[in-house]
């Protein structure tokens, strides 16, 4: 007869193999990361000439990791085209946040351009027949080009940290080194120390625009959408935000990983407590990104690229950085609604001149740590076989029939 040890000792060997299948399936138990293999082939170096500007694009920073780019490549260049369909949705209704997106990645091809020795030309929607076509970078022949830029190194370590860092002020040098570049046109940084009066009145609004977001069920679940908490889905879609990115340490995001997934209204409230308690309170920095028309495509554009260079500075100086855009997203929000422009207005107390809006909001620091990799689709997943066609019939053409 079977007793009750026994049926214990049964029912507990049954309870270690479904947490053990669940971890298997969930990717915790040492599997290979198909979706993380982008940074590896970027830093291994496996693209060769013109693909290698597409290996550095696919690393940049996009809304909720949406990559809403394709790319035609030819031998004398790269155009980078928007998907629109990879869109945030409500929480970003006018597609501002999708060409910032696209702006870091053209940004990236540049640097990357670089390494190829080829000189590079950068025309930003050079189609005016169809808007979506957002960049053409132009590759001069072999060896026209300057040498390797110093930040090439840094655009496979660019990771957002969503921890808790130091917090304190950082030294002087550090911070002038975050705003080593080119002038963007129609395009400023503003930096501020998190503890001065225009910080602390920079996290009491973040905190309040992070409230009216969690709070609006339309925009939690289009965030949502972007969330993926299942390793099988992770691993066919290679975008969107995970668990392991999400700032919780290892232990925990894996703890997590085996329970179901979080409903929308709940990750409202864990973003909403994680926003005032960790990413606020442990900043050393907070900043915004200005331009005079936020909703202008070329700005758009010029503010990705902006931020893109800014974080891979801090990256190259040991900072961390993490994007905070809840009160320009809340701004696109209200003005979606015909709200009155409560949050717009309110920001107006953190700008030196209130002509230049915010487009981009962020903070900066240090941690103990770096973060790690988001999910990215590969070089092969972004490549538009029929653009690459009509790139090189075009080029064929301008020179004149004959290469
Ligand atoms: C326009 C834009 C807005 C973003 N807004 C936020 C944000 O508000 N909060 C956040 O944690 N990350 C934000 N991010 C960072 C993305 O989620 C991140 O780039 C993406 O998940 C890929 O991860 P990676 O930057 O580590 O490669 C934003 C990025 C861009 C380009």
Redesign the pocket.
């Known amino acids: 007869m079977i007793n009750r040890r026994q049926i214990m000792a049964g029912a507990g060997a049954l309870a270690v193999a479904g947490v053990a299948g669940r971890a298997w399936q969930q990717g915790l138990l040492g599997s290979s990361h198909p979706a993380l293999a982008a940074w590896d082939d970027w830093s291994r170096q496996r693209q060769a000439g013109a693909l290698r500007l597409v290996g550095g694009a696919v690393?940049a920073?996009?809304?909720?990791?949406t990559q809403p780019w394709a790319f035609a490549v030819g031998r004398l260049g790269v155009d980078i085209f928007e998907v629109p369909g990879r869109a945030l949705g409500t929480m970003d209704p006018f597609g501002r946040?999708r060409l910032?997106?696209l702006g870091?990645a053209i940004h990236n091809m540049a640097l990357a351009s670089t390494a190829l020795g080829r000189a590079a030309r950068v025309r930003l929607l050079p189609d005016p027949q169809n808007p979506q076509h957002v960049a053409r970078v132009l590759l001069g022949p072999d060896n026209s080009g300057p040498a390797p830029h110093r930040l090439v190194p840094f655009i496979g370590q660019?990771?957002?940290h969503?921890g808790a860092w130091h917090g304190g002020a950082l030294a002087t040098a550090k911070v002038k080194a975050l705003l080593d570049f080119p002038a963007f046109p129609d395009v400023r940084v503003l930096l501020f120390e998190a503890a001065s009066p225009r910080g602390q009145r920079f996290a009491k609004l973040t905190g309040d625009a992070t409230a009216a977001i969690a709070g609006d069920a339309a925009m939690m679940a289009d965030s949502h959408r972007w969330f993926r908490h299942e390793r099988s889905v992770a691993d066919v879609q290679m975008d969107g935000?995970t668990l392991a990115?999400s700032g919780v340490s290892p232990w925990l995001a894996a703890g997590a990983a085996l329970l179901p997934a979080q409903s929308a209204d709940s990750e409202g409230r864990y973003w909403l407590a994680a926003t005032r308690d960790t990413h606020l309170p442990t900043a050393s920095l907070f900043g915004l990104i200005l331009t005079p028309d936020p909703h202008d495509r070329r700005a758009a554009l010029l503010v990705?690229g902006a931020?893109q260079r800014l974080h891979l500075n801090a990256t190259a100086a040991g900072l961390v950085a993490?994007?905070?855009?809840?009160l320009p997203?809340i701004i696109d929000r209200q003005v979606q609604l015909r709200q009155p422009p409560a949050f717009a207005r309110a920001v107006d107390a953190l700008l030196d001149d209130p002509a230049w809006r915010p487009s981009?909001a962020f903070r900066i620091g240090t941690a103990d740590a770096p973060?790690g990799?988001?999910l990215r689709r590969p070089v092969s997943d972004v490549l538009g076989p029929p653009a690459r066609l009509a790139w090189e019939v075009e080029q064929w053409r301008e020179a004149g029939g004959a290469f």
Do not use: K, V
């Open positions: 690393l920073a996009s809304p909720h990791n946040e910032a997106g870091g660019r990771h957002t969503r935000l990115t990705g931020w993490q994007p905070l855009n809840q997203e981009f973060a990799p988001a």
